[in-house]
């Protein structure tokens, strides 16, 4: 099993759209989780951190269930401009720092 | 420069050549990290790298590749004897603390490698 697994997509809705993916890790003892954004031949850019009691910033939404070992992205209102690579990040620490990447799962946003 | 800078950003090889892809991170960045990242998939780790001390490698996919950060800043990534599989995008990263997984790591726009 891979350490952190995401639904590839495409996920195909249209603006306005309210859209949600999640990622689950297999790390039990990971810390820090991210959400990245990457649009297509670009480097993948920070999009929020994931907190333990959830965090919004402005139309995004991410969520973290320890529990159940997966954290989600939620997308209100969805933008064109929103059509990107969304990946999920699982950072623990240990005597080293490893940051772990999924797949990405692939939005789009049509007009 | 502001952000973090890889150069080259586009190399082709011919199967066999070595090739040496360099990072500049952030000043100051004490983590460093190399990714690999093939056509649609996301960034897979290769290396990190605490000031000038390698303290992960597991992630480097054999003996051909081979990371240094000998004065704790600019890193260089060497693959020797190409070969095609190795076709991918390089991507480098910094971060401000040892912690890394508690800041944010940014990405330099990536060295992409062909070899044919």
């Known amino acids: 099993r891979k350490e952190v697994e995401q639904d590839p997509g495409p996920f195909n809705v249209p603006e306005g759209a309210t859209v949600a993916f999640n990622c689950t890790y297999s790390?039990?003892?990971?810390?820090?989780f991210f959400w990245y954004r990457q649009d297509c031949r670009k480097e993948p850019k920070l999009l929020m951190s994931v907190y333990s009691s959830g965090n919004e910033d402005g139309r995004f939404t991410a969520q973290l269930n320890r529990a159940s070992q997966y954290i989600s992205l939620l997308i209100r209102d969805s933008k064109l401009s929103d059509s990107a690579t969304y990946l999920c990040v699982d950072a623990f620490y240990s005597s080293a720092s490893k940051i772990i990447f999924g797949s990405g799962t692939r939005l789009s946003i049509r007009p | 420069g502001a952000g973090v800078s890889q150069s080259p950003r586009y190399k082709v090889a011919k199967r066999g050549q070595d090739v040496a892809l360099r990072c500049d991170p952030i000043s100051g960045h004490v983590s460093l990290f190399w990714y690999q990242q093939a056509l649609g998939q996301g960034p897979e780790f290769l290396t990190y790298f605490q000031n000038e001390a390698q303290l992960d490698k597991s992630g480097l996919p054999s003996d051909r590749f081979f990371a240094e950060r000998p004065e704790g800043s600019v890193s260089t990534l060497k693959i020797q004897r190409t070969q095609q599989e190795d076709s991918a995008v390089y991507l480098c990263?910094?971060?401000?603390?040892?912690?890394?997984?508690?800041?944010?790591?940014?990405f330099g726009e990536g060295s992409w490698l062909t070899v044919v």
């Open positions: 790390n039990s003892a990971s810390q820090s």
């Open positions: 990263a910094s971060s401000s603390y040892g912690e890394a997984t508690r800041n944010t790591i940014y």
